[in-house]
């Protein structure tokens, strides 16, 4: 016990010590000034860069496939087009009544899921040579609420025109208060 006592000790006249040393002032006359230098008046120029005499032909990475060459020689395969479906599947969900509802919407028609009327004007699957498979529709989805017996029929508006994509619904989704559409996927007729 003596020694642990012995050790705070120590320590408190090491650190009265250190607080009496910084306290210590320092006379303005002791501290320096830094002197700034001027720039130099001429400055050499870099040295010129070494251009080849020949062009260099580009090598592809190890796990790279070379392009391929036609038999004319050096023009490369074209690719391949996307695959044209005949028409969409998309799938709804009501936000109030959580139901949700697959359905096939053909290209060129459209399709009624409650108040909202689904029309698909084209849709693409990717080509067999390209690495990730992807699905992509152009919709038009408009408003149209059922007209009620003896009211006037409710104008139509437009909530969503663009392309959507399987892979990445959050990409360019249906913003509506009551439904969200998403696109499943893209199927031949």
């Known amino acids: 016990m003596k020694s642990a006592a012995k050790i705070l000790m120590v320590c408190g006249l090491a650190l009265a010590g250190v607080a009496e040393a910084q306290a210590v002032p320092v006379p ?5 000034t830094p002197v ?7 400055v050499a120029p870099p040295p010129p860069l070494l251009v080849p005499s020949s062009p ?7 796990d790279e496939k070379p392009p391929a060459k036609s038999a004319a020689g050096s023009k490369a395969v074209e690719p391949l087009k996307r695959v044209r479906a005949g028409s969409a599947i998309i799938q709804a969900l009501d936000k109030v009544t959580a139901e949700t ?3 096939q919407v053909p290209v060129g028609q459209s399709v009624r899921y409650k108040s909202l009327v689904f029309t698909v004007r084209a849709c693409e699957s990717a080509a067999p040579d390209e690495l990730v498979p992807e699905s992509a529709a152009y919709v038009q989805v408009e408003s149209q609420p059922k007209p009620q017996p003896g009211r006037p029929s409710p104008p139509t508006r437009q909530v969503f025109k663009g392309w959507m994509f399987a892979s990445s619904p959050a990409l360019n989704p249906l ?7 998403w696109l499943i996927a893209c199927k031949a007729s």
Request: hydrophobic share 40%; no cysteine.
């Open 101 to 103: 509802l697959r359905f």
């Open 28 to 32: 303005p006359a002791a501290v320096e």
């Open 56 to 62: 260099v032909e580009i090598q592809p990475l190890p």
């Open 175 to 181: 913003q509506h208060p009551v439904y969200d559409a």
């Open 36 to 42: 700034e230098e001027a720039p130099p008046s001429q």
